[in-house]
């Protein structure tokens, strides 16, 4: 079954551009390690919640957009020595190329499929 990392970030509406720049990139250095598929997703429909929601984790400020993304993977085995080579490489070196979004309020995580219907 396949790996999947999940994220979520709050980006600013201004840097929508820069980000899908970037993302593309990433997503390049993703697949040539090995992941399957690359998935970046700009909110159109993410509601504020009351308790809990997609803009309170990402502490979204006026003038971002909340982003979904997820990295798919052939198996937990690829993606751990994936995402080693991934944050080797030159691009993802955020002292030389930084995200455009603040990283300290992305939230992350990895997860195994248990239903792919």
Request: glycine share 6%.
């Amino acid at each position: 079954m396949p790996f999947i990392d999940g994220m979520l970030a709050a980006v600013p509406d201004d840097d929508k551009a820069k980000f899908i720049e970037y993302a593309a990139a990433a997503a390049e250095v993703f697949k040539k390690h090995g992941a399957l598929a690359v998935v970046e997703n700009w909110g159109v429909n993410v509601p504020e919640g009351t308790l809990t929601s997609m803009p309170m984790a990402v502490k979204c400020q006026p003038g971002e957009t909340v982003v979904f993304s997820w990295i798919v993977w052939p198996d937990r085995k690829t993606h751990e020595s994936g995402w080693e080579k991934v944050m080797a490489d030159p691009i993802m070196q955020t002292d030389k190329n930084p995200m455009p979004f603040d990283g300290k309020r992305m939230i992350y995580g990895q997860f195994e499929t248990v239903v792919d219907a």
